[in-house]
């Protein structure tokens, strides 16, 4: 049995026996020990791997699916039943039966101006940098897990400056992109419109690869820092991604898991774009915007849906790992893929649309934020500011002392209890503080080194289609590598999910019960014993040096 000053059994917990409550003010301690018996009360009210399940968080189940239904029911109602599915470039990309109608609104006609036989071969050839680039993607991240499983903390400590120079080397490649030759002019002299687009993608592309080049220059200083920090930590991540290696090499069939739910994307995005276009199809006599305005909520709908797909592969995931943990007889794969779509499907919507809501408050706070004398001059930007200011104090009050549970680390509570999202929350706070794995959760590499495999993967799916932009020639093919960086990154970042969420939901499942990885991984569990006993003893002289100083 472990050492009290290492691991306090939850339900004798106190605050003089937490030490990541010790040096609180009186009252920022009451409420985290309140949040941490109330996580002990769910613990004896949840059972681990309940033989009947529910389906929890409804409510996020039915705000997903409504929105949804809503939007597409609308874009179906204002279509027009007698008109010809458009002969267009992006209904060719639709099944028959999804095939959008484009109407008499600008960007229909925009649409509807792309049908030569040059169009069709060019977009075969966009479709094709769409595959191979996620292919090179998934290709890329099973490489990563690789290194991990054999390169152990070589790879983490490099990964930390690899990382802000594959961003430096993509932001000056998207700098100098633009000035290729690979569409000849005669395209240009044609077409006024082939000009104004790449004009566009020259732009756009050179404005992304200097911010990026700006912000890969500074991350390079914070690396070095970050070098100097992780180092004493390097030898438990490096233990713990080699375990994560093993559950992953051990189950194939987790890799499947994001294809799946890539699928399931891909139809969603589609019935989006199909119910958008169809809105666009409204005869208006005025010269109304209103169905160009239907963007927002397409955009809105589909980042909502990828959040959903990410958050069920992620509690799939967790599903796994838990039950190799515990040593279920069940199939892991099938039976947490399973129980993420019919039982914790609102989880993963009430979380996905939590991060959405609330960072896009953040984003929107911080535009329209007035500055110096700009806030009596512009009194509507003031009343804004104060708005979302209000709105964030609020949501951060409410949740501000879970805030750093609030998000996929509460996942392996879902995953074994069967809890909501909030009731996970406050389970992980709970099983964290008392086993003070919260001293451990700000010293990860983790996300250096999935950054450095998505970047790797960005990188593929940009030159796959630097090269199809060779080969086809028409500026249509000016976003091919774009659209290969985002489809090639997205597909290693989702791949490499299955790493970073291993690493937490082991990390979780060590606070619940230490027992089956000090039976299965001995030299991981001594590896995070050894680490906690460290920090205790970090933050022991710390508070002894503070008060030294306090009493000369």
């Known amino acids: 049995m472990l050492d009290d000053a290492i691991r306090c059994p939850p339900e004798h917990a106190d605050i003089a026996s937490l030490p990541s409550l010790r040096g609180l003010p009186e009252r920022v301690a009451q409420r985290r020990y309140d949040l941490v018996r109330r996580g002990v009360v769910l613990k004896e009210e949840l059972e681990l791997f309940?033989?009947?399940?529910?389906?929890?968080?409804?409510?996020?189940?039915?705000?997903?699916?409504?929105?949804?239904l809503l939007f597409v029911g609308l874009g179906a109602y204002l279509s027009k039943p007698n008109a010809d599915p458009a002969d267009t470039l992006?209904?060719?990309?639709?099944?028959?039966?999804?095939?959008?109608?484009?109407?008499?609104?600008?960007?229909?006609?925009?649409?509807a101006n792309t049908k030569t036989a040059e169009d069709n071969v060019s977009w075969n050839i966009f479709l094709s940098v769409v595959t191979f680039s996620s292919v090179g993607g998934f290709l890329c991240a099973m490489v990563v897990l690789q290194l991990l499983r054999s390169g152990g903390e070589q790879v983490l400590f490099h990964c930390t400056v690899l990382l802000p120079a594959l961003r430096l080397i993509t932001g000056l490649l998207c700098m100098i992109y633009p000035w290729n030759s690979f569409t000849p002019n005669k395209y240009y002299r044609e077409s006024i419109n082939d000009g104004i687009l790449?004009?566009?993608?020259?732009?756009?592309?050179?404005?992304?690869?200097?911010?990026?080049?700006?912000c890969s220059l500074c991350n390079i200083c914070i690396s070095l820092h970050v070098r100097h920090l992780a180092r004493p930590w390097l030898a438990l991540q490096a233990s713990l991604m080699n375990t994560v290696?093993?559950?992953?090499?051990?189950?194939?069939?987790?890799?499947?898991?994001?294809?799946?739910?890539?699928?399931?994307?891909?139809?969603?995005?589609?019935a989006c774009i199909s119910a958008f276009t169809a809105i666009l199809n409204v005869d208006e006599t005025d010269e109304s915007l209103w169905p160009e305005s239907a963007i927002f909520p397409t955009f809105g709908l589909i980042c909502w849906g990828g959040g959903v797909a990410s958050y069920v592969t992620i509690l799939a995931f967790c599903g796994v790992y838990s039950r190799w943990y515990f040593s279920r007889s069940e199939p892991p794969v099938l039976v947490s893929f399973r129980s993420s779509m019919a039982f914790a499907l609102g989880?993963?919507?009430?979380?996905?649309?939590?991060?959405?809501?609330?960072?896009?408050i953040e984003i929107l706070s911080r535009l329209i934020q007035p500055a110096g004398p700009d806030c009596k001059a512009n009194p509507v930007r003031a009343c804004l500011t104060c708005i979302f200011g209000c709105v964030l104090e609020c949501v951060f009050h409410l949740v501000g002392d879970v805030s750093q549970f609030c998000n996929t680390w509460a996942f392996t509570q879902c995953a074994i209890r069967?809890?909501?999202?909030?009731?996970?929350?406050?389970?992980?706070?709970?099983?964290?503080?008392?086993?003070?794995?919260?001293?451990?959760?700000n010293n990860l590499v983790l996300d250096y080194v999935t950054g450095s495999g998505t970047q790797v993967g960005g990188l593929l799916g940009f030159l796959v289609g630097a090269v199809a932009h060779y080969l086809g020639e028409w500026a249509w093919l000016h976003c091919a590598p774009a659209v290969g960086?985002?489809?090639?990154?997205?597909m290693t970042s989702i791949v490499l999910s299955v790493a970073k969420t291993g690493f937490?939901?082991?990390?979780?499942?060590?606070?619940?019960?230490?027992?089956?990885?000090?039976?299965?991984?001995?030299?991981?569990?001594?590896?995070?014993?050894?680490c906690i006993k460290k920090r205790l003893e970090e933050n022991r002289q710390r508070t002894v040096s503070e008060m030294s100083q306090l009493s000369r």
Not at 90 to 111: C, H, I, M, N, T
Not at 198 to 214: K, N, P, S
Not at 347 to 352: D, F, K, M, N, P
Not at 429 to 435: F, L, Q
Request: include cysteine; aromatic fraction near 10%.
């Open 90 to 111: 992006l209904a060719a990309s639709f099944p028959e039966w999804l095939r959008p109608k484009v109407g008499d609104s600008v960007l229909g006609r925009r649409l």
């Open 198 to 214: 790449r004009d566009c993608c020259r732009a756009l592309y050179f404005l992304f690869g200097a911010v990026l080049t700006i």
């Open 245 to 270: 290696s093993r559950v992953v090499l051990a189950h194939p069939g987790m890799l499947l898991v994001p294809l799946s739910c890539a699928a399931l994307l891909y139809l969603w995005t589609i």
């Open 50 to 68: 309940p033989p009947r399940r529910v389906h929890r968080d409804a409510l996020g189940t039915v705000a997903f699916f409504g929105s949804f």
């Open 418 to 441: 069967n809890a909501s999202f909030m009731q996970s929350t406050c389970l992980t706070v709970a099983v964290c503080t008392c086993a003070n794995v919260t001293l451990l959760a």
């Open 485 to 490: 960086f985002v489809c090639g990154a997205i």
């Open 504 to 530: 937490k939901s082991i990390l979780v499942l060590w606070a619940e019960s230490c027992e089956p990885l000090q039976q299965l991984e001995p030299q991981t569990h001594d590896a995070i014993v050894s």
């Open 347 to 360: 989880t993963a919507c009430i979380a996905s649309f939590w991060r959405l809501s609330v960072r896009t």
